[in-house]
Structures are given as structure tokens and as C-alpha cells.
């Protein structure tokens, strides 16, 4: 073999592996492609997807809770004039004590103010009436002084009626100059008065004026309607009489006298109102 034939054959082996080296850089390049597309394919699936997820949250409706909308009423309600604001009623617990109101508890007390000063009015017309009665001595008299008795709130002297045990506790703290507070219910019953006869009389006052002073202190007193009074006497046996004023010029109403002039009307089921009408002719 020649020197040519030796570069010929050196020639050829070269063009023969050149194909081959360009294969494998193609292959090379054909796998370094493909992850680089890959790639940009997801990096395209990701930012449409990014893109997806706003679209969504923008048509998606926020959702509102109870705090988001109270949050935005109270600036509405502070907002608004305070003339144009109605306070809500606060109510009160099952057998708690009503609130008043200034005006309120003002305008019970001119109530009360009120009653008390007619109740005085009418019992001094009633001691005034007794008085007439005691100059008179006339059925006319008398029965005007029942008619005006019936519609007077007498005072009556009452007494406290304690359980046995509190009653002697009471009495000896008194010895020792000491306070007793009674532990069990304390009864107020009237302070009947021992007749000539044996039996008990009724006694109440037709107005505070005429309670001696030395009276004041010893009694609990009440203030009752004189028609109730007359009815008790009517329903107790053991009362002989109803004495208005016992201490001065009195009006003495004997049982058998009320019994007739006492009628007691129903005002409802159970419930019976007693009316005092005056009937000439009687005499105490």
C-alpha cells in the first residue's frame, strides 16, 4: 500500500465518524430540547393557572359574617343625630322591682301627698260630725255622722302579736337594755279594749288629731277603712261595738246597730266590699 492509499483510507474513517459526531451532538440537542420544553410548557400551564385563580377569587362573592356586619352598622348608628335615636326599653326580671323615673317616683309622691291630705280632710269632718251628734242628739245627726263615717279611713291602734320563743327573747333583751329583732313573722292585730260587760270593743280614731299623746308611742298604727272595721264587728261574736274616738267625744256603734246598717255587696267571685248607709231612727 501506497503513502495515498494510507491518506485516502485516513480520509475516509474521518468522513465516516463525522456523520456520527453530528448524530450524537443532534441527539444531544434533541434531549437538552426537550426539558427546556417541558419546562416552558409548565412555566405556561403555572401562569395560567396563576391567572385562573385571581379570575376566581374576583367573580367569587366575599363572604360577610355577623362581626363584618355589625362592624359596619355601629359607625352608622353613631353617625346618626341623637334626636332621631329611640332608647329600647330595659325590661326588668321576673319579680324584680319596677324602675321609676324621676318624673315617676315625683309624680307618686304628689299622689301620695294628696291621698294623705284628704284622708285628713275627711276624718276631721267626721270628729266634726260627732261633735254635732254629741250637741244634737238627733237621729239626723247620727245618721249623718255613719254616712260620713263610711267613707273615712280611720287609724287604728294595733299591737304586735309575736311566736312564743321571739316574745321571750324580747323580754329579756329589754331586761338587759338591749335590741331584739324578732326571728319569725310579727302578726299586727287591732288593740280591742275590754267593755263594762265582759266583752271586747273596736276602738279606732277618726283622724292622727285625735290620738292622745300618750297613746302615740304605745301602738302600731294603721290606717283602715272605717267600713271594714264595721264589717269585722258584724263577722266577731266576741266584738260588742265600734267606737270612733274612745278617748274624747266618742260614737259608739253597737253589733246589732251594725248589723243593720252594714250590707255587704259582692264585687266579685270570693270577694265581698261592706257599705256603711245611715238609717235614721238609731242611736248609739
Given at each position: 500500500?501506497?503513502?495515498?492509499?494510507?491518506?485516502?483510507?485516513?480520509?475516509?474513517?474521518?468522513?465516516?465518524?463525522?456523520?456520527?459526531?453530528?448524530?450524537?451532538?443532534?441527539?444531544?440537542?434533541?434531549?437538552?430540547?426537550?426539558?427546556?420544553?417541558?419546562a416552558a410548557a409548565e412555566a405556561e400551564n403555572a401562569a395560567d393557572s396563576e391567572e385562573a385563580v385571581p379570575a376566581a377569587e374576583e367573580t367569587a362573592a366575599p363572604e360577610e359574617?355577623?362581626?363584618?356586619?355589625?362592624?359596619?352598622?355601629?359607625?352608622?348608628?353613631?353617625?346618626?343625630?341623637?334626636?332621631?335615636?329611640?332608647?329600647?326599653?330595659?325590661?326588668?326580671?321576673?319579680?324584680?322591682?319596677?324602675?321609676?323615673t324621676p318624673e315617676e317616683i315625683q309624680a307618686r309622691r304628689e299622689q301620695a301627698r294628696k291621698q294623705k291630705e284628704e284622708m285628713e280632710a275627711k276624718g276631721k269632718l267626721l270628729s266634726y260630725m260627732i261633735d254635732q251628734y254629741h250637741e244634737q242628739r238627733t237621729p239626723k245627726a247620727l245618721e249623718a255622722a255613719i254616712r260620713c263615717l263610711g267613707d273615712t279611713v280611720v287609724v287604728v291602734p294595733m299591737r304586735m302579736v309575736l311566736e312564743k320563743s321571739d316574745a321571750e327573747a324580747m323580754a329579756l333583751a329589754r331586761q338587759q337594755g338591749r335590741q331584739y329583732k324578732p326571728v319569725k313573722p310579727v302578726r299586727l292585730v287591732p288593740?280591742?279594749?275590754?267593755s263594762p260587760k265582759g266583752g271586747l270593743h273596736y276602738p279606732v280614731f277618726a283622724s292622727r288629731a285625735d290620738i292622745p299623746k300618750d297613746q302615740v308611742k304605745k301602738f302600731v298604727w294603721a290606717n283602715i277603712p272605717a267600713t271594714r272595721c264595721s264589717l269585722d264587728v258584724v263577722r266577731n261574736e266576741k266584738l260588742e261595738a265600734l267606737v270612733v274616738n274612745p278617748f274624747g267625744k266618742s260614737l259608739v256603734l253597737r253589733r246589732e246597730l251594725l248589723q243593720k246598717i252594714v250590707k255587704v255587696k259582692p264585687a266579685?267571685?270570693?270577694?265581698?266590699?261592706?257599705v256603711v248607709e245611715g238609717e235614721g231612727g238609731?242611736?248609739?
Open positions: 500500500m501506497g503513502l495515498f492509499d494510507i491518506f485516502r483510507r485516513k480520509k475516509d474513517e474521518v468522513q465516516a465518524e463525522a456523520p456520527q459526531e453530528e448524530n450524537t451532538a443532534a441527539s444531544e440537542e434533541a434531549v437538552s430540547e426537550e426539558p427546556e420544553e417541558a359574617t355577623a362581626e363584618d356586619t355589625q362592624e359596619e352598622e355601629i359607625p352608622a348608628a353613631e353617625a346618626a343625630p341623637a334626636e332621631n335615636i329611640t332608647p329600647i326599653p330595659v325590661q326588668n326580671a321576673a319579680g324584680a322591682p319596677q324602675k321609676l288593740a280591742f279594749l275590754n266579685g267571685e270570693g270577694v265581698e266590699t261592706p238609731y242611736t248609739s
